[in-house]
């Protein structure tokens, strides 16, 4: 049989145990349902003004734009299911990861993490955003993009 498992931050836990009335600004991580596609590299020995550079800044704007688009329908269902049942107030919406920061009752979190979609679930603070922000870098750089193309919308 394999194990469960863990969705929920230990600090966070430790919090829900404390501070359980408390609401508080986590992430939630859901599964993911988007391939996302390749995005074009820059020429590294020319500036980002050079043509080549600036047709792949476009077409990456253009991908990015495209997967906020294809995301939208899927975060409006998604909101109102967190506001509804787990009293969840969306704060940011993310593109690079099927992702959104929220406020939320910390009583709520178990249920939360008991749903299918929803891989792991941790506190915010802005050190872990920053660390957010620098795991999405590494996995774009891993989808063969720029660091300077990575926008958070």
Request: glycine share 2%.
């Amino acid at each position: 049989m394999k194990k469960r498992r863990e969705k929920i931050h230990p600090t966070l836990k430790k919090w829900i145990k404390e501070r359980g009335s408390n609401k508080k600004e986590l992430i939630i991580n859901f599964v993911e349902y988007l391939n996302l596609p390749r995005f074009p590299e820059l020429v590294t020995d020319e500036s980002r003004r050079s043509t080549k550079n600036k047709k792949s800044l476009k077409e990456a704007d253009a991908l990015v734009k495209e997967i906020v688009k294809t995301r939208d329908s899927y975060y409006r269902r998604v909101t109102q299911e967190l506001e509804a049942k787990y009293g969840c107030k969306v704060l940011e919406r993310f593109w690079i990861i099927n992702g959104v920061l929220v406020e939320m009752p910390l009583r709520n979190v178990s249920k939360l993490a008991e749903r299918d979609d929803v891989i792991y679930i941790l506190n915010h603070v802005s050190l872990e955003r920053n660390h957010l922000q620098i795991r999405i870098q590494i996995m774009m750089s891993k989808l063969s993009t720029s660091f300077d193309m990575i926008r958070l919308h």
